[in-house]
């Protein structure tokens, strides 16, 4: 089962759940969760279940609990930003410090590098074919709550109340998201994703490569978090990734200087080759 999930606290959640309920078919199942309506769909020959929060998705660390057969949960979202620039994202949520919104302290969520790909690839396309020209599709790194024990992604959409309401940019989100749940499927021993490592919280660089096909991303740390990784949140990461994780790619020059020493040491230490891109 995959596990679809909307906010009632977030306008752009509301948003994207319009579209999706409007162009696909989902059922109501006569069910509630947090007393909200639930749905469910055959997707692919994927059974689909569509919940809604009536807190924040960064407080919904009590999901694996009440939905223990889940093998993917994706939750629709908005994304904020100070910049208010509009965006269409992707990114696993966890934490390699605090919890400071939601989640647990140095605990991330497993990525499903493979399904966030898709995701990604789908924003694109989806951008290109209802003319959001004004829109940035990115990758974000690893951020926020919940933190969770299956596989974990957030489809986004950003970065301001103006973008929230704008329901043909939920429709490109709302796609995207279907699409990365249609497709998903349990990696087989040939799928392989890359830990990437440094740049900023939108990582141009690596979601060119994954557009391109030249790699697919794993969990993403960003330059202001290096400093806070050590050997054991490099295996966290390596570990909590669905696909298996041979190697990092390192920003080398998007990672502080005085943070290059001891990332090294700390993969060497966790035995993960790298390279420098």
């Known amino acids: 089962m995959i596990l679809l999930v909307a906010s009632n606290k977030d306008p752009a959640s509301l948003s994207i759940k319009e579209q999706i309920?409007?162009?696909?078919?989902?059922?109501q199942t006569g069910g509630e969760y947090e007393g909200n309506p639930t749905y469910t769909a055959d997707v692919n020959e994927k059974q689909v279940t569509f919940i809604t929060l009536s807190k924040e998705s960064v407080q919904a660390q009590?999901?694996?609990?009440?939905f223990p057969d889940a093998k993917l949960v994706v939750f629709i979202s908005r994304h904020s930003s100070q910049s208010a620039k509009?965006?269409?994202?992707?990114h696993t949520p966890g934490n390699f410090a605090d919890a400071e919104l939601g989640g647990l302290p140095r605990c991330v969520s497993v990525c499903p590098a493979l399904a966030m790909q898709t995701a990604l690839k789908a924003l694109v396309h989806y951008q290109e074919q209802f003319g959001l020209r004004n829109y940035e599709v990115s990758y974000e790194v690893t951020h926020h709550?919940?933190?969770?024990?299956?596989?974990?992604?957030f489809v986004e959409l950003g970065s301001s109340p103006e973008q929230w309401g704008d329901l043909?940019?939920?429709?490109?989100?709302?796609?995207s998201a279907m699409t990365a749940i249609a497709n998903f499927?349990?990696?087989?021993?040939?799928?392989?994703?890359?830990?990437?490592?440094?740049?900023?919280h939108y990582n141009q660089q690596f979601t060119l490569m994954a557009l391109m096909g030249a790699a697919t991303f794993g969990h993403m740390i960003p330059k202001y978090a290096v400093s806070q990784i050590d050997a054991e949140m490099?295996?966290?990461?390596?570990?909590?990734?669905?696909?298996?994780?041979?190697?990092a790619l390192l920003d080398w020059k998007g990672i502080k200087s005085e943070d290059k020493l001891g990332l090294i040491a700390a993969l060497e230490s966790a035995g993960l080759p790298y390279k420098k891109i």
């Open 21 to 27: 309920l409007k162009n696909y078919i989902f059922n």
């Open 62 to 66: 009590d999901l694996p609990g009440k």
């Open 86 to 90: 509009p965006t269409l994202t992707v």
């Open 145 to 153: 709550g919940p933190s969770l024990s299956i596989p974990t992604m």
């Open 168 to 175: 043909v940019a939920a429709e490109a989100v709302a796609h």
């Open 185 to 200: 499927e349990a990696p087989n021993a040939s799928c392989s994703a890359a830990l990437g490592i440094g740049g900023t």
């Open 234 to 247: 490099v295996k966290q990461c390596v570990e909590r990734t669905l696909e298996k994780v041979p190697y």
